[in-house]
């Protein structure tokens, strides 16, 4: 299993702040798109992917959001039908189920809480996990070693906050995909690639 987090210091953080359009509702557009290049492969759910959404906006900041849909099942009983147009309505309407002191699975594999973005880092961390944070300036993602299950963090429009970015240094390796500033949604279809590269040669 490989994750993502994904930060955003202005994405809501309740379900009445997500406006029609996304670019203004705190950049949520970004998060979206970040969904969809995680999970998504053609005509197929990925079941090898966990996705963290973290998201620092108003009004209530942080909430975690995770996302590992179940896949196998029935839909509407074992598992919701997710699509690339169902995305922000399934975002919101967790956004909406937030309970204040709960970890609340809104639907199969959708949970979301109250959490800073350091400290899901560091629950992490602290299970031993290999943490990369992918950045322009990081070693080639080409050439370093990804360790078995590993977990890439990823900035949103403006980049990770520098007081965060030097903490997670501590904690994880930094690893770019190139010189070029990608979107993060760009960053995570190439991530996903050269880790399914690496699994079909049987390297990971
Ligand atoms: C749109 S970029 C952020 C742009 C921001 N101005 C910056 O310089 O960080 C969003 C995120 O994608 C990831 N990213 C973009 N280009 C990358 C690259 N060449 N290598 C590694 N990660 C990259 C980083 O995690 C970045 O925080």
């Given at each position: 299993?490989r994750?993502?987090i ?12 997500v ?13 979206i798109h970040?969904?969809i ?40 009983v ?14 919101k ?31 992490l ?14 070693q ?10 590993p ?31 990608y ?12 880790i ?8 990971l």
């Amino acid at each position: 299993m490989r994750e993502f987090i994904y930060y955003s210091r202005t994405a809501p953080t309740s379900g009445g702040y997500v406006k029609q359009d996304l670019m203004k509702s705190g950049r949520l557009d970004i998060a979206i798109h970040s969904v969809i290049a995680a999970l998504f492969l053609s005509h197929k759910m990925r079941d090898d992917v966990k996705l963290h959404l973290v998201f620092a906006g108003a009004p209530d900041p942080t909430k975690h959001l995770e996302l590992q849909p179940v896949v196998e099942g029935k839909t509407g009983v074992d598992k919701i039908y997710l699509n690339k147009s169902n995305v922000e309505n399934i975002i919101k309407r967790m956004l909406y189920k937030h309970k204040p002191g709960e970890k609340n699975e809104v639907f199969p594999g959708y949970w979301i809480e109250k959490k800073g973005f350091l400290e899901v880092v560091k629950e992490l961390y602290a299970k031993d996990r290999n943490i990369y944070i992918l950045d322009d300036k990081g070693q080639d993602l080409r050439e370093v070693n990804i360790e078995k299950n590993p977990i890439f963090i990823l900035g949103d429009h403006i980049g990770l906050p520098s007081k965060e970015f030097k903490r997670l240094k501590q904690m994880c390796t930094p690893v770019s995909i190139g010189k070029k500033t990608y979107f993060a949604s760009h960053t995570i279809a190439v991530v996903n690639n050269e880790i399914d590269r690496r699994e079909e040669r049987g390297e990971l």
